[in-house]
DNA sequence: CTGAAAGCGCTAACAC
DNA sequence: GTGTTAGCGCTTTCAG
């Protein structure tokens, strides 16, 4: 690795000249000075050392992404359109780290990036207490928080990006009530956090405005030990076979996201029961996996690109202001994307049991 | 952020007992010594920066991750399992980056890697000459390439970790012919990489062997503009319409990899065709997705895992040692994971064209 | 055992 | 315009 001092005796000049070259100063040149370092540069492939620019900037061109798992379809997605605009718009590189939900990791990816002298860091967590993001940007970083909203009364010097999870569950629900469901449940997993209370209020008052809250109920998977990916849909699996027993079991399901919805759909059918036939499902994520579905699952489509967009931008603005401005930018769901998932009520209008079916198509 | 005169001041000793501490020459000081140190270091949280120690010991402690995209979910699985492994086994912090398969994003990687004094990393690309790599290497980094077999002759530089391809997709073909297809086909997208002609050849020996080689095509969808993820599937899709146009189509396909596998059911289900009555289809990979499709995808079971730790310790030995025993590392497949996709034939034993049906159950 | 000092490669005053 | 120089925080001889 050549070093600035090459390229400065290559070109007959001083490092403070290279240096000036490096960082755009070159009005105080004379153009062929320009050109000749230009040249010693391109001739030697030389590559300024980003960490002994840091040492003195206190600036390093990293980001951090801190993600449950990004074996999770979601997350990938999510970290694909950080990671993409990120390095697009500002030249950053991105550190990532899986942390399954857990307080240690996450805390211990923070020990790290500051170390590395990373000071920008994105955060999917769920964690029920903020308290280490907000120690970390009081240790200065910039910090953007995912899927959560500010908490209340706290002035946070962390930035909030979050989608609409009360609108996108209202809009799953009101999609089921649109065909005639009158007894819905919404089905996540066991633990709360923020997002997922905010897309049951949204499950609930939708269903109560339907004047169907009475017949609307919550199911509870298990609590998966390791998070993030399979395991979502695992759960929604067992999920289905439970609702596949259950006589009172509903007529329309919104699924907490798409990997829930998904394995919820393969527990309904190994239960013997068919979507839409049985039971309609809803999603919400908007995976192209919904798709690929079968029958395709109908899904509330966040807007990803937009919310990453905006994550980035948020954490480079926060690195050069003060802490000062924090943010909340809650983001509205891009539209419903239909499918195949959800159809009328079996014995429309009647919300009693069905009764169990053997034969028919699946499809 | 504290530095190490901070600590020394704090414990009353020099900057080098301080450095001595961290880098764990205790043996060199008075156990009271060492305590205080540990102390100071304790009370004012002190970590020692990364970067500044990168600056003169040349190391520093991550590791640059290359995928064509983290959307997709195979590579977000084996992102997770490196990314796990390498941060518990090594303490390794992952650089990820989206390449698209595109050779200019690459070799941008490569830079940013050599300018943050990152000097290993991995890489999962699949562009036809792996020169840039061959360069990096020399430049001095440690690099495992995966899914790719060494270039025969050349003495490269680079490590690979694979899977045995070729044994998978026989393995995968074999899951056909036993259940008596004769008509059977290679799905794939256009464009042929290092990866997909062994699969190929796989599947065309599998033929051979079982004496239908005559009856064995390729079938190749489009040429993806963009690479890696929802695309791979859209691929499928469109081929899974275009074969469900086709009087000639075979009885069994073997997709190139699950998430074609995924699109290739939507195509044929799109066409009027049933999965497995009509076409059954077996991926390859293993992915949790397969056992959540309807019907279940029949898949070949990669070893991610396996291979995630191979590459993370390949790379971690060649960084220590000089570089010499480059080594190819073939990885067999895990298992054949059953699934509804797969069945025997229409008209079992005649490979002429399918008369339409209408009903049946779909699993 | 412990401390002083010379850098690692680069930036940014401050001279000339 | 261009060169000199003092560090950024840490490691590591080499003296004491």
Do not use: W
Request: hydrophobic share 40%; with cysteine.
């Amino acid at each position: 690795m050549n070093t600035i001092q090459d390229v400065a005796q290559h070109a007959g000049v001083s490092v403070s000249t290279v240096s000036n070259v490096l960082n755009g100063r070159t009005d105080r040149m004379r153009p062929e000075t320009l050109a000749r370092v230009q040249e010693a540069i391109a001739s030697l492939q030389f590559r300024p050392n980003t960490l002994a620019r840091h040492l003195k900037t206190g600036d390093t061109p990293l980001l951090g992404l801190l993600v449950p798992s990004i074996a999770n379809p979601m997350y990938g997605y999510i970290a694909r359109e950080v990671e993409t605009y990120a390095q697009e718009r500002y030249g950053l590189r991105v550190l990532i780290g899986n942390t399954y939900r857990d307080k240690d990791k996450e805390a211990s990816f923070f020990d790290d990036l500051l170390a590395q002298g990373v000071r920008r860091v994105l955060v999917i967590s769920s964690l029920a207490d903020e308290q280490h993001l907000e120690n970390a940007a009081r240790r200065g970083m910039a910090v953007v928080s995912y899927d959560r909203r500010a908490t209340a009364g706290a002035d946070s010097v962390v930035d909030h990006v979050t989608p609409d999870n009360y609108e996108a569950a209202r809009m799953a629900t009101a999609l089921l009530i649109e065909q005639g469901h009158k007894r819905v449940a919404f089905a996540t997993m066991a633990g709360m956090t923020m997002s997922r209370s905010a897309k049951i209020s949204g499950f609930m008052d939708a269903a109560v405005a339907a004047g169907i809250g009475q017949g609307a109920q919550m199911l509870e998977g298990g609590q998966p030990t390791e998070y993030g990916d399979s395991v979502v849909s695992e759960v929604g699996r067992l999920l289905g076979a439970r609702i596949g027993r259950d006589p009172q079991r509903p007529t329309g399901i919104v699924a907490v996201n798409d990997l829930m919805a998904l394995g919820l759909m393969a527990g309904l059918r190994d239960a013997g029961l068919r979507v839409p036939e049985d039971v309609s499902v809803v999603g919400i994520d908007g995976l192209f996996l919904a798709a690929l579905s079968n029958p395709a699952l109908a899904t509330v489509v966040l807007p990803v690109p937009d919310m990453a967009r905006a994550m980035v931008e948020r954490v480079m603005d926060r690195s050069s202001r003060s802490p000062a401005g924090c943010r909340e930018m809650v983001f509205a769901p891009t539209r419903v994307m239909p499918g195949g998932s959800v159809a009328p009520p079996p014995d429309a209008g009647n919300s009693l049991a069905q009764k169990p079916r053997t034969k028919g198509k699946a499809q």
